[in-house]
């Protein structure tokens, strides 16, 4: 558990009065680097109070990443950091609401919480760091990974399953804002996020963000990304970019006009009635 009660806030806030005084111990050359920079940046544009950000993970790598902003932080636990960012955004809709995780934490065990998540369309941001490989257990395939990749000893021969498709499932499942950018691109990542943290109701963000210790391929991804999706609020032209899509196309891909959920409050419940109905005549 990460707070801010301890840091004085000054009247300004910049990109680095958003960062704990924690070190990062993600490998040199990580994505995720990119992902806490391009994190900070927006908060400082939009002038976020520190002490109104909350920011929730699972398990893995980028799961690490609240302890290293200086808002308050809920680490949980593999694959469940969005029932709790959901439970935190609806008991606390004055709060800006993070979510945060890798491919494996978020479309593996936490796949089931990823769709529900699209479908309630509660106020909050979700950022998939996404490298197709689950690097924290020193690289094994993950839902992302290609069917043929051999640089795993438990598949040695590449784990043969079709790859978790993140837009298309979270199109499918009815997010309203959907994007896809390159932790390379810090400055381009941040408005991104800044867009996604004003978006009234679900984002998400699938972050290409490369593991070079086991995927040391992901090095050329800088060459590979390229920003061609043209943002839409019909699902159909949605479905055909991606039908397009190789995997690398950048920006935002999706966004439509749908209420965010909201629960209903029941009124306040007076004894005097209540009473009357178990009365006896």
């Not at 840091?7 to 806030?13: F, K, M, T």
């Not at 969005?82 to 935190?88: E, F, K, R, Y």
């Amino acid at each position: 558990m990460s707070t801010c009660a301890d840091h004085a806030r000054p009247s300004v806030l910049k990109a680095k009065d958003y960062k704990s005084d924690i070190k990062p111990v993600w490998c040199p050359g990580c994505g995720d680097f990119g992902v806490l920079n391009a994190i900070t940046k927006a908060l400082a544009a939009l002038a976020l109070p520190r002490e109104q950000v909350a920011f929730v993970s699972g398990i893995g790598c980028s799961s690490r990443i609240p302890a290293y902003s200086s808002v308050y932080g809920f680490h949980g636990v593999h694959g469940r950091a969005l029932p709790v960012a959901t439970g935190l955004a609806v008991s606390r809709p004055d709060l800006t609401v993070l979510a945060a995780g890798g491919d494996g934490d978020g479309f593996s065990i936490g796949g089931n919480h990823f769709l529900h998540a699209c479908r309630r369309n509660v106020n909050m941001t979700y950022l998939v760091m996404d490298n197709a490989v689950y690097g924290m257990t020193k690289g094994q395939a993950s839902p992302t990974t290609e069917p043929d990749w051999t640089g795993s000893q438990l598949t040695p021969e590449g784990p043969g399953l079709a790859q978790f498709q993140p837009l298309e499932i979270a199109l499918s499942a009815g997010a309203p804002y959907i994007a896809r950018c390159f932790s390379g691109n810090p400055n381009g990542l941040a408005k991104l996020i800044s867009e996604a943290l004003q978006f009234p109701g679900f984002a998400f963000i699938q972050v290409l963000s490369p593991c070079v210790t086991y995927r040391p391929e992901q090095k050329d991804y800088k060459k590979i990304v390229h920003p061609d999706f043209e943002a839409t609020g019909d699902r159909r032209e949605a479905f055909l970019q991606l039908m397009d899509d190789d995997g690398f196309t950048t920006g935002v891909l999706y966004r439509a006009d749908r209420p965010a959920f909201r629960p209903e409050q029941a009124k306040a419940a007076d004894l005097d009635t209540i009473e009357q109905q178990f009365r006896v005549a």
